[in-house]
């Protein structure tokens, strides 16, 4: 406050009243004694004899002190421009990777694992339940095996025949059933489970194979079934290696069955093929 007094009015006197002379005594420097003209009330002109040297001083510290000040606000200025730039910058750059994350999470494939009620690990469960499928006596209709979940939403009754959705079988026998398998699962219920893999995009059955090629995963694997080649056509299914009954009944209702298959080589090439095997199978995911 001082300074600002001493600096305003030393700058209007020198503005307003010109130096008439030095008056120099003693050991002061003649160059930094100013003689100024001031007013009083009575708009009588005194004078007094100012050191300027002083003066100056404070006005060097002043001036210094004010484009220190506008200098650092103008740096805080640009900095704080720079700094906010920076951020926005930075927060486009999260919100595009958490977009582009959120966006693998929301990716995701399905596929049917027959013969199981659960899913592999690192596969979300969508719902377990029964196979179903035509019968194997129908000529015509469905041919595709069906995962028929276990919590229905009934249809209205109808009084027109055209039953296609019967319940999936086993049908083994002591010298007809996948290697390793029980004869004891023949004529039981065939369970199965959809299954969601998250972050994958693409899934694939290999028939002939029980393990995956590089870069892919293996959901699970297993033997190739389909219907008895006497009876009317039904898909193919890659059925688990570790395949269960649905549950402990054995009636022989048939309906959609479920027959191991082997190979036949001619058309066929053996080798790679071998004559009269089990065919495996491996679902794959990527
Ligand atoms: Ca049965
Ligand atoms: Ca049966």
Redesign the pocket.
Known sequence: MFLSIVATVYSLSLLLFPVHGNTCSGDSNCEDIVTMPLLDGLRATLKADLDVKNMNDHLKTYISLEIKKGFENAMNDVMKQIVNKGIDEINTTIIAAIQENLAGIWKGVTYIRWGRKGCPAGADMIYTGQVGGNAYSHKGGGVNYLCLPNDPEIGQHQPYDNDQVYGG?Y?LGSSRKPSGWSESM??KEVPCSVCYKQRHSAVLIIPGRKTCYKGWNSEYHGYLMSDHYGHYKKDYACVDINAEPLDNKNG???GA?FYPIRTNCGSLRCPPYTNEADVLCVVCTK
């Open positions: 079988e049908e023949h004529n022989d209702e048939n069955l």
